[in-house]
């Protein structure tokens, strides 16, 4: 093996910075986007079609690039933001435009789900589309939005091994630069591991959290 | 107290159109239970929402306390609204809520002091019998606890309205019950006017002032309950009133009728007072014939006695004439039935 294990909990430390602060940037940015996407709709409380249309398509090109390209192709955007196209920091910047917009997804499908009938006793109280939104939509959705605030953090944990080889840092670029392409199979074999439990890990949570939430 | 002026709702769906509310003129006076009575889709849950503008109407007026709700902004509708409580089908709770949290959602969003809301939550489980339920989640209540929370968060904001969109439809007949007495408490005790929508006659029956049947959009028969379940004008009427009067010849008797090719067959009406008489035996005394009753049914209307009988006239035939005729002069409602057909 290449590698000794300061170097692993050094890249463990590093993925999770990654995928901790994408995650926070990706929620600020796809939280508010994802409710707009509910909205606006047709048919819902702030039905605007100009507005949702335009959200709708702005999310979907950015969700139809795969990663590893939207990883290189927005490296002109990373230096402007960061001042720098490679490191920890400049990782953060392709896995927030990776992973806001399908955040603003899953919020949208999540919000969706909420039973009409509850629009509908709000729309009776005469409660405001500000109040319908964070005292009726967003509560009762808050148990599946955990569980695909998971389903996002996970697919971070994935895009933050591929962000590694722009020189992000973390388990996948361990994997890569010893694993892959220096034939270190001890250290593959441990980054593989390593992603393994911590997916598995992540998941558990987010279900045990989501299941007290709907402590049913 | 709420008003519809020739109202028209009509859907687009599926570039089709569909008229739901077809001119309805219909007035619900203060303080009264008003039930409105259709099959599905005859319109009933459109005219509801179109009193809280859950769905605005195409055209003509809805006039809720005077104020047109057409001529008004959306932040005088909303105040509007907080005037007027909602009951539903499916209760339509928050199922991430404490039923307190549930019954303080109005209240919460009329931005009342706390020691207030708490106040008044408590108050309102206490009156709807779940005073020891509010720290529970509804899922963990049956369908009758959630539909008196529903009543309980209706009432938070002390409205003087009461809107019920088939509130007892999910609900076996016992709890039903139990529910309408809650409704009728509700009305009497707060004065509140209510009204409701249903298929179910017998909801009509047990707590409405008034009704209303509706058809195609339209209202096609109104009246005081009374009225319109002693003598229903319409087919849909008839059919509604007979699915809780029993006024039907049950088949085993209709086969006899048949069979033995019994005639002078009628229907005889109590109303009121004339219940009370000895009608039968003084056809039987008076003239020449026997009576023999082959289905018999008394009810009360809105507190008042109603019967229905259906007797067999034997005799000849010119006495049975005689005995018709003192029925007509006495002001006894009769009807003969055809036995053929009924």
């Known amino acids: 093996m290449l590698v000794n294990s300061d170097q692993i909990i050094e890249a463990l430390i590093e993925t999770i910075e990654m995928v901790g602060l994408s995650l926070l940037f990706s929620a600020i940015l796809g939280l508010p986007l994802g409710i707009l996407l509910y909205a606006t709709r047709k048919g819902q409380i702030l039905e605007n079609l100009p507005l949702f249309n335009v959200l709708n398509v702005i999310i979907n090109i950015f969700r139809s690039v795969p990663f590893i390209i939207l990883l290189v192709a927005i490296i002109p955007i990373t230096r402007l933001i960061v001042g720098s196209s490679i490191g920890t920091a400049a990782a953060i910047v392709p896995l927030v435009f990776y992973a806001g917009p399908y955040i603003a997804r899953l919020v949208e499908s999540s919000l969706l789900e909420v039973d009409h009938g509850v629009l509908e006793a709000a729309e009776a109280m005469g409660a405001t589309p500000f109040q319908t939104i964070f005292r009726f939509v967003l509560p009762e959705a808050l148990s599946s939005l955990v569980l695909n605030f998971t389903i996002a953090t996970i697919g971070l944990v994935g895009a933050s091994a591929m962000a590694g080889t722009v020189g992000g840092g973390g388990i996948g670029d361990l994997a890569i630069t010893y694993g892959y392409q220096r034939f270190d199979t001890v250290t593959m074999l441990i980054t593989v591991v390593i992603l393994i439990i911590l997916v598995q890990g992540l998941q558990s949570l987010g279900n045990l959290l989501s299941k007290k939430i709907r402590r049913r | ?342």
């Open chain 2, 1 to 342: 107290m709420i008003e519809f002026q020739n109202l028209v709702k009509i859907y687009n769906s599926g570039g089709k159109e569909v008229h739901a509310l077809n001119n309805v003129n219909l007035k619900v006076n203060k303080g009264e239970i008003y039930g409105v009575v259709g099959y599905s889709g005859a319109g009933k849950s459109s005219l509801i929402r179109c009193v809280n503008y859950l769905e605005r109407p195409t055209s003509g007026k809805v006039i809720v306390d005077g104020h047109d709700l057409s001529k008004l902004s959306e932040k005088a509708i909303r105040d509007v609204k907080k005037n007027i409580g909602m009951v539903f089908q499916h209760f339509n709770l928050l199922n991430s809520k404490t039923v307190f949290a549930n019954v303080a959602m109005p209240l919460v969003l009329a931005k009342t002091p706390k020691d207030k809301v708490i106040k008044r939550v408590t108050e309102l489980l206490e009156f709807v019998g779940l005073a020891d339920k509010a720290d529970v989640y509804p899922d963990q209540l049956s369908g009758g606890q959630k539909q008196r929370i529903g009543i309980a968060r209706a009432l938070a904001t002390q409205p003087s309205i009461l809107l019920c969109d088939e509130a007892t439809s999910a609900l076996d007949p016992q709890t039903t019950s139990s529910i309408l007495e809650l409704l009728k408490k509700i009305n009497e005790e707060y004065k509140i006017t209510i009204l409701m929508i249903t298929h179910e006659m017998s909801v009509i029956r047990q707590v409405c002032d008034r009704v209303a049947v509706m058809e195609d959009g339209k209202v096609i028969e109104e009246g005081s309950v009374f009225d319109v379940f002693s003598a229903p004008k319409t087919k849909t009427a008839q059919n509604f009133v007979s699915t809780v009067m029993h006024d039907q010849l049950p088949e085993s008797i209709l086969n006899m009728i048949k069979e033995n090719g019994t005639k002078n067959v009628i229907r005889i009406h109590f109303i009121g007072q004339s219940t009370g008489k000895p009608l039968l035996s003084q056809l039987a005394k008076k003239f020449d014939i026997d009576t023999n009753v082959l289905f018999g049914n008394i009810t009360e209307l809105q507190g008042i006695p109603y019967g229905n009988i259906i007797v067999e006239l034997q005799g000849p035939d010119t006495e049975v004439q005689r005995a018709l005729q003192y029925m007509t002069t006495n002001e006894i409602s009769y009807k003969e039935v055809n036995t053929y057909v009924s």
